[in-house]
């Protein structure tokens, strides 16, 4: 090799080993001063790492000095970038970064170089449009588009994404031509934790199956309808895809006046205390009888304050289901245009940044919560402080001896956030709520999609994750995770899946590779619960063969959701029963059919 370190005291070999480790001793110094370098590094894990300490493991944060309510000076002569969004308390953290609706003095924009103007717009339907806008001056040549009615990107609710982004992405391509423009995720910044809802009577939680023939006020496709629809399959129930007729074998959705989460709850108010029905078109084994029945609203989907109105109003009604049981449900999506992020990926991946420090802030000191607070209620012009601030933590109360719970968002910081995506850990919670979604959009067509649309737009095109692994030196704290240490008590869903094995083997059929894929994806979305899986078998073969059968085949099941990154102390028991609990008559092979099943439930 030659005497590369010219000194004849050293042999070849001695001087091979230096070299080798003054180069180690370089790549690791580099390693550890570039957390972006760090960070973009994905484990691959048989399953989650999971601690004994209590779930928000906030540790020391250095504190940030808080911003001022006065308008930057410094970043006036930088390109003006906009976003819109609705006004939730998630979003908080990127606000306060901002220091309001524009930037201020000594925020964390202002600090990473970011011109930003944040706007509330609470319509689907208007944030679409200025997205279009922004693009077709973007089209004509404007570097920065720059009129009031354009913006770069939105922030949505992420289990949203699947819709929002393919329906725009359908009117792109007609516009430009086939994927020209493009829209994506490009990160998260804070998540509904209990604010978004599923409202009925004490029986639905006590007795799932007591939903069937039900009717649930929502708006279509929306994330409370996605709350209440989990709810459904997490519990073996059915969902009557067309919301203009009633199956008295399902749980029935009635489309809420003008798509205002604020109606579905005023109509269950109203149908519960005026006696108000809705006309459906009867429907028996998926055909019309030809009769119309009337029927009241039983339940509503619904978040604050519509959850509020409920309570306020009617006794008896408690919140089923929320994004506190299906926890990495509903993020706050950043979705921008993707042609301009790639021309301007410091702006993009800077603006996260600022709004992930922004958040490890609100998580460490309270002082941050309340300008946090303060800036929500100048950007969005609604409510105040004290409102915001309760947001943060969600509220309870107890009437007539029931106990309902209202509120409650998390915010994200740079650790919770690369979790969420799987970046540190294996497990894409993202994909998992995406693929979901997509799923519920094909099966229940909300809105006619698979009419309007007609394609979801798959997940890797969907989601970029280059502006988030770009961010480079950035201080977080630990992220949240969940807390299996406890023994759960109380069942959140408890489903009976017809998973399909070979004749007289625990090996999970081919044939229910979807099904499985859809469990996981359901369980990966309530990850805060705990599990017990119980094999069943029919009456084939001896009694002792199935009982030994069943415990294989919940065993399969959960060998499955391991190698895929459920964690193994998330399973608090795995059971079979045999054939001692059938469900059904074991004289018919459709009877035989119900009783082969593995039944999961969701504790906390």
């Not at 979801?456 to 995770?481: G, H, R, W």
Request: aromatic residues 8%.
């Amino acid at each position: 090799m030659g005497k590369i370190l010219r000194t004849q005291k050293l042999t070849t070999f001695s001087e091979l080993l230096i070299v080798i480790a003054v180069i180690g001793a370089i790549l690791a110094g580099v390693y550890y001063a570039s957390p972006g370098i760090r960070t973009s590094i994905s484990k691959q894990l048989s399953g989650m790492d999971v601690n004994q300490t209590d779930v928000n493991n906030v540790t020391n944060a250095e504190k940030i000095e808080i911003p001022s309510k006065d308008i930057s000076t410094e970043v006036s002569e930088k390109p003006l970038v906009r976003i819109a969004g609705y006004a939730w308390n998630a979003q908080s953290g990127i606000i306060v970064a901002n220091g309001g609706p524009k930037t201020t003095k000594g925020s964390l924009m202002e600090k990473n170089g970011v011109n930003l103007e944040i706007i509330r717009q609470d319509w689907l339907s208007e944030l679409r449009n200025m997205q279009m806008k922004f693009i077709e001056e973007f089209d004509k040549g404007q570097a920065f588009p720059s009129s009031d009615k354009s913006v770069f990107a939105v922030m949505i609710m992420g289990d949203g994404a699947p819709f929002y982004i393919s329906s725009v992405q359908k009117a792109l391509d007609e516009k430009y031509g086939k994927d020209k423009y493009h829209l994506q995720v490009m990160g998260v910044v804070g998540m509904s934790y209990g604010e978004d809802k599923l409202i009925g009577p004490p029986s639905w939680k006590s007795d799932p199956k007591s939903m069937k023939g039900a009717v649930i006020s929502a708006v279509l496709g929306d994330g409370d309808w996605v709350t209440t629809v989990n709810y459904c399959f997490a519990n073996g129930l059915k969902v009557n895809p067309d919301p203009t007729t009633y199956d008295a074998d399902a749980v029935n959705i009635y489309p809420s006046e003008n798509d205002d989460y604020i109606k579905s709850a005023e109509e269950l108010i109203k149908s519960q205390t005026t006696g108000w029905t809705v006309s459906l078109k009867e429907v028996v084994n998926g055909k019309l009888t030809g009769k119309t029945v009337s029927r009241k609203i039983d339940g509503c989907a619904t978040w604050t304050p519509g959850d509020k109105t409920v309570f306020d109003k009617l006794s008896g009604f408690i919140d089923i289901v929320s994004t506190k049981e299906f926890n990495n449900q509903m993020p706050t999506a950043v979705i921008g245009v993707k042609e301009w992020a790639t021309k301007n990926p410091e702006i993009v991946s800077n603006i996260l940044k600022s709004a992930l420090v922004a958040s490890n802030q609100i998580k460490n000191y309270e002082d941050w919560k309340v300008r946090a607070s303060e800036a929500i209620t100048d950007t969005y012009k609604m409510e105040t402080p004290e409102y915001w601030y309760k947001m943060f933590k969600g509220q309870s109360a107890t009437k007539n001896g029931l106990t309902y719970n209202m509120g409650g968002s998390k915010v994200f910081n740079y650790a919770d956030a690369m979790q969420y995506f799987g970046l540190t850990d294996g497990v894409n919670r993202y994909k998992s709520v995406y693929n979901q979604v997509s799923g519920y959009l094909k099966d229940l067509n909300p809105f006619g999609f698979n009419e309007n649309v007609g394609e979801v737009v798959p997940y890797d095109q969907a989601v970029n994750l280059f502006f988030l692994k770009n961010i480079n030196d950035i201080e977080s704290t630990s992220a949240d995770k969940a807390d299996y240490s406890n023994q759960a008590t109380e069942v959140v869903a408890s489903g009976e899946w017809k998973i399909n094995f070979n004749s007289g083997s625990a090996e999970i059929s081919s044939t229910s590779s979807k099904e499985v894929e859809k469990i996981y994806n359901l369980l990966v979305q309530a990850e805060n619960t705990k599990l017990t899986v119980v094999g069943h078998t029919d009456n084939v073969g001896n009694p002792d063969g199935n009982l030994a059968l069943s415990k294989s085949r919940a065993q399969a099941v959960v060998d499955y959701l391991k190698q895929k990154g459920i964690p193994a102390s998330r399973f608090q028991l795995i059971d079979g029963k045999g054939q001692n609990e059938p469900l059904s008559s074991n004289n018919t092979p459709a009877g035989k059919a119900l009783n082969r099943r593995v039944v999961i439930t969701l504790l906390k």
